[in-house]
Each structure stands twice: as structure tokens, then as C-alpha cells.
């Protein structure tokens, strides 16, 4: 049972008239026996709360920082009419922030056998499944006064995918990817190591592309075009360890290395190449291989969806023969990770002949733009020594990136706004480049 705000009135109205008509204990009897006897007549006059079905319906994914909409359909197979205050109960952070009270109630009234809806407005503030808990139903009396209350168990669950906010990026690297494939109109045509076809010399062409035997057959000089390297097998490799755990403004470093993920990921699909995913810390959390070219961009962000940083040193060893198990023949290998020093001497350093003997091997890492506002500040004693230790981190990234690169290793070290871009451009830059 269940009382409201309109039983504390009546109530205070009863004492009223205790006190200035009925000044006596016959008089609080009296009062307080109406009182009783109009929550007793509300609560049986309510619609029963049990007998209630519920049946949920909506969408089960969206992309976070979007709303996605969640319907209850509550039929009332009584012969009373329901008045119902609705509490669609789900983890806090289903909702944006500071509207989940709102949101999450409703005010239904409906007839004797017959359905109505509400609509509950979901925006998801973290990535992964948000599960929906109770629907809690308040049945109100005619009155107003007193209700059954009971809750009902209505699974449902929404999924909360990676934003993909670098996809605006992907217009401007699909062009630059045409102009490599040659078919627009651009003044030289696309390097690569895979013949396409011949042409008539023109003023500006390299002359080491002219084919002799083919313009002799023609009686005038014939130049041989090139297109980038197809069907090339990339593996895509998530670290999920400690180092990925780093907060870099208001998102851990993996966030800023899934979205980079995501990009290279529609950019190597639209240009014929195959695209396997690895993620993995002290073991393998999430592995997509495999998939056709429609399926490959929604499977590699639902597996993402899931993928929670590890708060422990990430197994490079075991990281790097799952990746070797993955990708048998020549591929090329991104690896997203951090450039801490001690992680990747003791770690990754000794392993990279394993990978760059056989393998391309990119090594993407997301940086701290906040180290750039440390190092130059001046003026006080406490923001020159965070001056000089910003400087320091700083030199020692730079000093494991050249290590790296001295074993064949292409380095990239770009705050989260510039990671995705740049891993972009470098996979663009080894296809026209033939390294793939």
C-alpha cells in the first residue's frame, strides 16, 4: 500500500476540525474513522497491480552521447481503471546526467482492457550493455488518496556503441584514397605495386613508368599505371591493459585508440582490404575475424562496445603470439598501445623481431596534450618543476619512438583529437608507398 501527498492533507484537514468543532476523543475517533475509511475505499477501488502486463519494445543500440527510445506497453486486463505513477528503473548512467528523475516516470491512466504506452528516452553516458531493472507501478485510487504499489520484472538491454566521432575524417580519406586508386582527375596517377593498365605518355610522367615493348606495338610512347595494393590483410591490435586506463582529459586512452580503430577500419574496408581485430591484456578480451565487408564496421564496434581497460600490466608475450596466431602471412599489424618506457623495453622491445621479420608494424599511441601546457609553464617554483617533468615525459616518449623506429617500427604519438587522422594517413601513406 501506498499513501500520498492528499491523505497527509485530509488528514491535517481532520485535525483542524478536531481542534475547533469536535474537541473531544468522540471527535478524533469520528475524524480519524473517515479518514481510514476513504484510504480503505481508494485502496479497494484501485486497479489491481499484479495482473498488469508489461511488455517492453525499442531499440537495443545506440551510439554513445545519442538518445535512444525505450516504449512500455502496459495492459490492464482488470475491470477497474488504472491511474498509474510509472518508475522505469535503469543504472544511473543510462540516463544524461541530471535527468534520470525526470525521465524515468510516468503518469499513465489506462481503461479496463485496454493498452497504452510510454516512452522512455535513453542516453547512455558509458559505453557497454545498460540493463533495465524494475518497473515499479503506483495504482491510485479515484480519490487520490492511497494505491496499490508493486514492481514488475521486465528485462531489456541497450547496448552503448563506441561514438565514432573521427568518421567525419572519413570523407576527406576516401578521396585521397580515390586519387591513389587513380580515378579522378588528378595529374599523376596512383603508385602501388599492382598493374592496371596502360596509357598514352603525357608531358610530367615518370619516364621509368614507360612500357617500350607496348609502344613499340603502338607506334607512340605507352606509360604504365599502378594501383594500390588490394585484398592486404591488416590486424588490428588493442591493448587493454594498465597503460590503456590513462585518463587523457575526460576519456581513458582507450577510448581515443577504439575511435582511431574505427576509422582505419572504414578506410581499409572501402579500399578492399581485410580487417581483423585483436583485443587483448593479460589474455584475449575480444576478437573479430573473418567478417565480409558489410559486416566488419558493426562487428568490430559491438566487440568494442564491451571493452573495459584492465588495471594490470598487459602479458606482451601472450599479446603478441595471439597476434602471430592471427595473421599467419605478411600483414600489416597496428598496434594501439602506450609509449611508456618501462611497459615497452621490458615488454614489446624484445618481441618486435617476432613481428617486423615477417610483418609491417605500426605503433599508434595517444598522447597527453596536457604535457605541452606543463612544459611551458613558467613564473612560479611549483609550475617549473612541472615544467621540467612534463619536459621529461616528454623526451623520454620520444627517446622509446626512436628505439622503436630503429627496429622497423612506424611510430605515431598524437593526442586523442589527432590520433584517428593520423593513423589514417600513415595506412594511405604505406599503400601508395607498396609497403603493405
Known amino acids: ?64 552521447g545519442e538518445s535512444v527510445s525505450v516504449e512500455l506497453a502496459v495492459t490492464n486486463p482488470s475491470g477497474r481503471p488504472l491511474r498509474a505513477l510509472v ?137 604504365r599505371t599502378w594501383r594500390p595494393e588490394r585484398d592486404r590483410h591488416i590486424l588490428v591490435v588493442l591493448d587493454t591493459g594498465r597503460t590503456s586506463a590513462g585518463r587523457v582529459g575526460d576519456a581513458p586512452r582507450l577510448d581515443a585508440s577504439l575511435d582511431a580503430a574505427l576509422l582505419l577500419t572504414a578506410l581499409a574496408t572501402r579500399a578492399g582490404d581485410r580487417v581483423d581485430l585483436l583485443a587483448h591484456d593479460t589474455r584475449k578480451r575480444a576478437a573479430v575475424a573473418g567478417s565480409s565487408p558489410h559486416e566488419i564496421l558493426p562487428a568490430f564496434t559491438n566487440a568494442m562496445a564491451l571493452l573495459e581497460p584492465a588495471l594490470h600490466e598487459t602479458d606482451m608475450r601472450s599479446l603478441v603470439s595471439t597476434a602471430l596466431k592471427m595473421a599467419p602471412h605478411r600483414s600489416l599489424i597496428v598496434l594501439l598501445t602506450g609509449l611508456d618506457a618501462a611497459p615497452v623495453e621490458d615488454g614489446l622491445r624484445p618481441l618486435l623481431p617476432l613481428l617486423t621479420k615477417r610483418h609491417e608494424v605500426v605503433l599508434a599511441s595517444v598522447a597527453d596534450p596536457h604535457l605541452d601546457v606543463l612544459a611551458a609553464g613558467r613564473g612560479t617554483t611549483e609550475a617549473v618543476y612541472g615544467a621540467a617533468a612534463a619536459e621529461q615525459t616528454r623526451a623520454d616518449r620520444r627517446h622509446t619512438a626512436d628505439r622503436l623506429t630503429r627496429h622497423g617500427v612506424t611510430v605515431l604519438d598524437a593526442p586523442p583529437a589527432q590520433i584517428a587522422p593520423a593513423l589514417a594517413d600513415t595506412y594511405l601513406a604505406l599503400k601508395a608507398a607498396g609497403r603493405l
Do not use: C
Open 1 to 64: 500500500m501506498a499513501l500520498t501527498g492528499r491523505t497527509a492533507l485530509l488528514a491535517a484537514l481532520g485535525a483542524l476540525v478536531v481542534g475547533l468543532l469536535l474537541p473531544s476523543p468522540a471527535g478524533l475517533g469520528i475524524v480519524t474513522g473517515a479518514v481510514l475509511l476513504a484510504v480503505l475505499v481508494d485502496l479497494v477501488l484501485a486497479a489491481p497491480v499484479r495482473s498488469l502486463r508489461i511488455v517492453r519494445g525499442g531499440e537495443t543500440t545506440v551510439r554513445l
Open 87 to 223: 518508475r522505469d528503473a535503469w543504472a544511473p548512467s543510462a540516463w544524461r546526467p541530471g535527468t534520470a528523475e525526470a525521465s524515468s516516470r510516468h503518469t499513465l491512466t489506462v481503461p479496463a482492457g485496454e493498452r497504452r504506452r510510454a516512452v522512455s528516452v535513453l542516453t547512455p553516458s558509458r559505453r557497454g550493455d545498460h540493463h533495465a531493472h524494475r518497473v515499479t507501478v503506483r495504482s491510485l485510487g479515484p480519490l487520490g488518496l492511497a494505491g496499490r504499489q508493486g514492481s514488475h520484472h521486465v528485462p531489456w538491454t541497450v547496448r552503448a556503441l563506441p561514438p565514432f566521432a573521427s568518421r567525419k575524417h572519413l570523407p576527406s580519406r576516401l578521396s585521397r584514397l580515390r586519387e591513389l586508386d587513380g580515378r579522378t582527375s588528378v595529374l599523376t596517377r596512383g603508385q602501388g605495386t599492382e598493374f592496371d593498365s596502360l596509357r598514352e605518355y603525357l608531358p610530367g610522367d615518370d619516364v621509368r613508368s614507360i612500357d617500350w615493348r607496348a609502344s613499340a606495338r603502338r607506334n607512340t610512347v605507352a606509360v
